[in-house]
């Protein structure tokens, strides 16, 4: 089964607005941790931003927000303010503490932000 | 040389070829990763290595072989490999294997073209 889904193949967006990546992810493990990271057309993942499953508020990172909905099993990348250096492909991630050297991705978001 | 590197960039070999990818980290890890990232297909793991000691290989052809002479550096040894192993290979580091939430520091990665 997949763990990490994000239905999105591809988004446009105009410069300066606001925009939500989804993500949602399947375990049953109490204890996890959900991961966003960036990947340019130069090929480098960059790590964005980090939500552990205990943690209380949703995490923020400048301008990105994740928008962690627990029950729903879903951890939705948020983007404010949009730029044009944004376009790239967007990458949601979990790890479990039982393979927690492993970090499961989905298939990923094409970002393309218009001007 | 900061974060992590990777060498070559780019490398196109016939199936008969025996060439190696390097992989460098300067963050003071002791985890490292190669993942393969194939088109339209979610990142793979391939293996992984904790204080040097492989701890994965995520049931990985043999004609890929690993090799982690010291935490600061990971090799990948390709022989015999078939057109369908052209992908964008990927390595990374984290401070260890343990923890949900040791987020991994990526290369740029080496595009491999297998004619």
């Known amino acids: 089964a997949q763990k990490i889904t994000q239905t999105q193949p591809g988004m446009f967006v105009q410069e300066k607005e606001a925009v939500t990546l989804d993500c949602t992810y399947d375990?049953?493990?109490?204890?996890?941790?959900l991961f966003w990271y960036k990947q340019p057309s130069s090929g480098e993942m960059i790590f964005l931003i980090y939500q552990g499953s205990y943690d209380q508020q949703n995490a923020t990172e400048g301008r990105y927000s994740l928008n962690f909905q627990k029950a729903r099993k879903s951890a939705n990348l948020v983007i404010s303010a949009s730029q044009l250096g944004d376009s790239a492909m967007y990458f949601c991630a979990m790890k479990e503490p039982q393979g927690a050297q492993k970090l499961v991705f989905g298939q990923g978001t094409r970002l393309t932000i218009n001007p | 040389e900061t974060g992590v590197t990777q060498t070559p960039r780019h490398l196109v070999m016939g199936m008969t070829n025996k060439k190696s990818l390097k992989c460098e980290q300067h963050l003071g890890h002791n985890a490292m990763y190669w993942y393969k990232q194939s088109a339209k297909k979610p990142l793979e793991l391939m293996f992984v290595?904790?204080?040097?000691?492989?701890?994965e290989n995520n049931s990985v052809p043999s004609r890929f072989s690993p090799e982690c002479p010291n935490s600061s550096h990971l090799f990948l040894h390709l022989h015999t490999l078939q057109p369908e192993d052209s992908a964008l290979y990927l390595c990374a580091s984290s401070q260890d294997r343990q923890g949900i939430n040791n987020e991994q520091f990526f290369g740029p990665g080496t595009r491999l073209t297998v004619l």
């Open positions: 375990t049953s493990d109490p204890s996890y941790g």
């Open positions: 290595y904790n204080f040097k000691e492989q701890t």
